[in-house]
């Protein structure tokens, strides 16, 4: 299975009535799912078609996930995964 390519990310600040800074990510069904669940466990928004189709709307691609994206983050590089 090969998601990478296909991973979304949403940010909750951009959102609509939210003022936190929530970041989720994953793919398109799962950032819907995850937001969907944050947006009424948080928001106390209900979880209906409108509310997932706007999460939808919001989603951006993730395409550089895979890189260590914080130049000039002591030890960024240096704990490499195994
Ligand atoms: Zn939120």
Do not use: F, W, Y
């Amino acid at each position: 299975m090969d998601i990478k390519g296909t991973r979304k990310a949403i940010d909750c600040r951009k959102m609509p009535n939210s003022t936190c800074s929530v970041r989720i990510a994953g793919t398109e069904d799962e950032v819907l799912m995850v937001g969907a669940q944050h947006a009424v466990s948080a928001h106390g928004e209900k979880d209906t078609p409108e509310l997932r189709a706007m999460i939808r709307k919001a989603m951006e691609d993730e395409t550089r996930v895979s890189q260590p994206s914080s130049p000039g983050a002591p030890g960024a590089t240096s704990r490499a995964r195994a």
